[in-house]
């Protein structure tokens, strides 16, 4: 059974375009909601992150938008950079309670010059 | 400050054999994790460590033990090795407070 559902598998935007990436979870305890960042040989590092008692949280180019009703939650990379190449994870936790993090499959994202 | 050490960084084994991949975090971090990360298939949470004496299963343990003496340790441990363990072991921790995760740059083994 997977928790987390991340689609899709693999996305190609042209350079200044906007990447989205959409994620679900059906576990109702879940109360943190991160984006992770993986460059090739190297460990996920985070990039972004939102609790449920918001639905959007903005940093810089980055910003996720979080569902609560819907249970879905997106990234989405504003003016895309071919230095945003990497593939991109979506994660649940249940961080006031068992502290156990759940991640989605990963969105390959490549960003074309 | 190193953050979180794997060791080794690649391995083969054949079936059968057995092995531990270490993970040794220098922030002291209580929380600490074991996730397998297959081609296409994500993270998938192995174990879990809320603190020393303590883990807990993940998604997938089945092959798979660990422990926690100690707030910096907390190894993986495979008992006989199968080729469905090919794979790359990432360890992360966290402290708990800000909720990032700093993973570890990963152990590849290959089962042959």
């Known amino acids: 059974q997977q928790q987390v559902k991340q689609s899709p598998q693999s996305l190609i935007v042209q350079k200044g375009g906007i990447s989205i990436i959409n994620c679900a979870y059906e576990?109702?305890?879940?109360?943190?909601f991160p984006w992770y960042q993986q460059f090739p040989g190297k460990g996920p590092a985070l990039l972004i992150a939102i609790r449920p008692d918001v639905s959007e949280k903005k940093e810089g180019r980055f910003t996720i938008s979080f569902n609560k009703s819907a249970k879905q939650f997106s990234l989405h990379i504003m003016d895309s950079q071919p230095g945003d190449s990497a593939t991109y994870f979506c994660?649940?936790?249940?961080?006031?309670?068992?502290?156990?993090?759940?991640f989605g499959s990963g969105t390959r994202l490549l960003v074309r010059p | 400050n190193a953050g979180v050490t794997q060791t080794p960084k690649f391995r083969i084994l054949k079936i059968g054999q057995s092995m531990t991949l270490q993970c040794t975090q220098d922030?002291?971090?209580?929380?600490m994790y074991w996730y397998r990360q297959d081609p296409g298939m994500g993270l998938k949470l192995i174990y879990y460590s809320v603190g020393a004496g303590i883990t807990d299963k993940g998604e997938v343990p089945n092959g798979y033990n660990v422990s926690r003496s100690t707030t910096e340790d907390f190894p993986l441990r495979l008992e006989l090795a199968a080729p469905s363990q090919t794979s790359v072991y990432f360890c992360?921790?966290?402290?708990?407070?800000?909720?990032?995760?700093?993973f570890g740059q990963g152990t590849r083994l290959t089962v042959v």
């Open positions: 922030m002291n971090h209580n929380y």
């Open positions: 576990n109702t305890a879940f109360d943190y």
């Open positions: 994660a649940a936790g249940e961080m006031d309670s068992s502290y156990k993090l759940i």
């Open positions: 992360a921790t966290l402290t708990g407070v800000n909720t990032e995760a700093f």
